[in-house]
């Protein structure tokens, strides 16, 4: 396995990554709050407004732990070049149940991040590009701490969407 990246670089990639990352999180809360704000007006029901208005108050109070969680992630795996890997499976395991849950959010990370590659999409890969170059690794593109993928599953997993109605789900995916 290739050595870490320097510590110099890597403090200087978690310095950037500390004052940029939170800015644009922020953005993104402030304009999700908005827009299930706005799906809350539009409800058909009293359970699809209280949905949306449950993940709301979810950003607003869990707002600024999760930006600092979603960057210490980050921070966390950018002196390695990748998140952990899954261990090799061997026969036995090939067998073990999945968690539907865990696979839904997979599925709705890649649908968002499919949609931000549109407008994203290079500068996500000459910022990947860099730090694989800086480590001497090729990470599958979820596992990459600058990639898209691994940004939104640390977002989902510090908002806990996964305990989120599908409605209020579905306004984040949008």
């Not at 200087?12 to 706005?38: F, H, I, K, M, Y």
């Not at 732990?65 to 026969?91: H, K, M, T, W």
């Amino acid at each position: 396995m290739p050595a870490p990246i320097a510590p110099v670089i890597s403090q200087a990639l978690c310095s950037v990554v500390r004052t940029q990352l939170p800015g644009a999180l922020r953005e993104l809360l402030q304009a999700l709050e908005l827009a299930l704000g706005e799906q809350s007006l539009q409800a058909f029901s009293n359970r699809e407004a209280e949905a949306c208005n449950e993940l709301r108050r979810v950003c607003r109070t869990h707002g600024r732990q999760a930006i600092e969680q979603v960057v210490a992630r980050v921070c966390q795996y950018l002196p390695l070049g990748l998140a952990p890997q899954v261990a090799e499976e061997d026969n036995s395991s090939q067998w073990s149940l999945v968690d539907d849950a865990e696979v839904d959010d997979l599925l709705e990370a890649k649908r968002l991040v499919r949609s931000l590659r549109e407008t994203l999409g290079p500068l996500e890969w000459r910022a990947c590009s860099c730090l694989n170059r800086l480590s001497d690794l090729q990470p599958r593109e979820g596992d990459h701490p600058l990639g898209l993928e691994f940004l939104l599953r640390q977002l989902q997993e510090a908002l806990q969407l996964r305990q989120q109605a599908p409605l209020a789900r579905l306004v984040f995916q949008n």
